[in-house]
């Protein structure tokens, strides 16, 4: 069975700082992985995808995210943050190994960045 | 545009009814799936299809009913065995193919369901 973890709920930073928001994942065979970012009353965004090569995955309005084996994480990151990143995101998490499988989501992080 | 349309935005049901929520893709995309987002607890999904006349439950599917009669629709039924249903409904699809499972998900912009 395949599980992905956000551990924070909400994730507080003043603007111009870096921020992280922290993902972990379970699946038994390669972890296809992927950051979704949501704004009030809409559908998910894509911000970046892990599926395989250089573990530091770079998308989009800055973002990166960095894809760590032996600790499964994939954290999000960011060297400066905006106001405008103040959103829900969510981490999701596929085995690339099964076929027919869909994906599954974290259950998100509300970013809030202060001026 | 290319984009998923999911209709009506909102959506007031009594208890006891059926209520079916639409989604509809002209992006060409073989996968079409369901989630439902409750306050949190992050999306949770209901039912997905990789091809057009298959389906497969997924992680809530008690009490929803789903149809793929056409690659671009995959309608999404609530039915009164649903015992909570008042959530966010959010539609999705995606290109299948090539790497199994690497393709990025659309969404649509959903619908919100109350129950009154």
């Known amino acids: 069975a395949q599980s992905v973890a956000q551990p924070e709920d909400q994730v507080k930073v003043a603007e111009g700082n870096p921020l992280t928001v922290k993902c972990t994942y379970s699946v038994s065979g390669n972890p296809y992985l992927f950051w979704y970012v949501q704004y009030p009353n809409r559908g998910l965004q894509f911000l970046l995808k892990y599926i395989t090569g250089d573990n530091l995955v770079k998308g989009s309005y800055g973002f990166e995210a960095e894809f760590n084996k032996s600790q499964t994480s994939f954290h999000l990151k960011k060297p400066s943050a905006l106001v405008s990143d103040s959103a829900l995101y969510f981490c999701?998490?596929?085995?690339?190994?099964?076929?027919?499988?869909?994906?599954?989501f974290g259950k998100g992080t509300t970013l809030s960045v202060s001026s | 545009d290319g984009g998923i349309t999911q209709s009506p935005k909102y959506l007031f049901r009594k208890e006891g009814q059926n209520v079916t929520l639409s989604c509809e893709q002209n992006l060409n995309h073989d996968a079409m799936y369901w989630y439902r987002q409750d306050p949190g607890q992050g999306l949770r999904l209901i039912y997905y299809?990789?091809?057009?006349?298959?389906?497969q439950k997924g992680d809530i599917a008690e009490g929803y009913s789903v149809s793929r009669e056409k690659k671009e629709s995959f309608p999404l039924t609530v039915t009164s065995a649903q015992k909570n249903p008042t959530a966010f409904y959010l539609c999705a699809s995606s290109i299948e193919g090539g790497r199994l499972g690497a393709n990025v998900l659309t969404f649509g912009a959903g619908s919100r369901l109350t129950v009154l």
């Open positions: 999701a998490v596929r085995d690339g190994n099964q076929a027919g499988t869909a994906l599954i």
């Open positions: 299809s990789q091809i057009v006349n298959d389906f």
